[in-house]
C-alpha cells in the first residue's frame, strides 16, 4: 500500500510541476498581450528608458502574480510555495531569453531583483488563488 501512495504522490507532483508549467505559459502570453500596446505606444511617444523599465518591470510583476494565482487556485493548498515557484521559473525563463537574444550571458543585480519581484509577486498570487473559490456547476 505503501507504494501505492508513493506513485500517486509523485503523479500528483509531476501534475503540479506540468501545471505550474501551463500557468507560466499562459501568463507570458497575457504578459506579451499587455505588452504590446506599451510598446506601440513608445514607439510613437517619446518615453525614456527608465520610463519603459518600470512598465516592463509591471507587466512583468503582473504576468508572475497571474501564474501563481493559477497555480494556487489549481492545488488549492500551498499557493505560496506554488506561486513562488512559478515565479521562479517565470523570471528564469525570462532572463535566459533576454539573454540569448541580446547574446550576452549576465546574471547581475537585475537578476537578482527580477528573481526577489518574481518569487514575491508569484507566491501573493499563489495564496490569491487558494483564497478564491471555483464556482460549481450543478
Excluded: W
Excluded at 57 to 82: D, E, P, Q, Y
Excluded at 90 to 103: D, E, K, R, S
Excluded at 121 to 136: D, F, L, S, W
Amino acid at each position: 500500500m505503501s507504494k501505492l501512495n508513493q506513485s500517486t504522490t509523485n503523479g500528483s507532483f509531476a501534475n503540479e510541476i506540468m501545471f505550474m508549467l501551463k500557468a507560466v505559459a499562459i501568463s507570458y502570453i497575457v504578459s506579451i498581450i499587455l505588452l504590446f500596446p506599451a510598446v506601440l505606444l513608445a514607439t510613437f511617444q517619446a518615453y525614456s528608458d527608465k520610463g519603459i523599465a518600470i512598465l516592463v518591470n509591471i507587466v512583468t510583476a503582473f504576468g508572475t502574480a497571474l501564474a501563481g494565482f493559477l497555480s494556487g487556485r489549481h492545488t488549492g493548498s500551498k499557493g505560496i510555495f506554488f506561486g513562488a515557484c512559478c515565479g521562479v521559473i517565470y523570471t528564469v525563463f525570462l532572463c535566459l531569453a533576454g539573454n540569448l537574444i541580446a547574446q550576452s550571458m549576465s546574471f547581475g543585480l537585475d537578476f537578482v531583483t527580477a528573481l526577489i519581484i518574481g518569487v514575491l509577486c508569484g507566491g501573493v498570487g499563489g495564496i490569491a488563488g487558494i483564497n478564491t473559490k471555483r464556482q460549481r456547476r450543478r
